[in-house]
């Protein structure tokens, strides 16, 4: 069992840069790949990015390739989520998700946090 909690969230303007946390518990947080997904109001969630267990394997969203940078700390069970040169449409509710398989998909992911929210005004 693992149980996350997603802090960072807040109220930006566009160009500006958050940085997301997810802390995880369970002694078993090194052996799951993370990741990062959003949505929108009215919108399907969508993947935002994805780190293997070692920390040495990430993939990106188009939308967000070069901007996000994800990355995790095993020794303090916590996954983060840097995120640079916001744009309005950015603005989500983002969620830190724990998988085995851990793909681009939210079925893909087991473990869910509650999330946090990330408004970027123009």
């Known amino acids: 069992q693992v149980q996350l909690v997603e802090s960072g969230g807040g109220l930006v303007q566009a160009g500006d840069s958050l940085r997301l946390s997810c802390a995880a518990s369970g002694r078993t947080f090194s052996s799951y790949v993370m990741g990062w997904f959003r949505q929108a109001p009215g919108k399907d969630r969508e993947f935002v990015a994805r780190?293997?267990?070692?920390?040495?394997?990430?993939y990106y969203a188009d939308s967000v390739k070069g901007r996000f940078t994800i990355s995790r700390d095993n020794a303090k069970n916590t996954v983060y989520l840097q995120m640079n040169s916001l744009k309005p449409e950015d603005t989500a509710v983002y969620y830190c998700?724990?998988?085995?398989?851990?793909?681009?998909?939210?079925?893909?992911?087991?473990?869910w946090g509650q999330g946090t929210q990330v408004t970027v005004s123009s």
């Open positions: 780190i293997s267990w070692s920390g040495i394997s990430t």
């Open positions: 998700a724990a998988g085995v398989v851990g793909g681009t998909s939210p079925p893909q992911y087991r473990y």
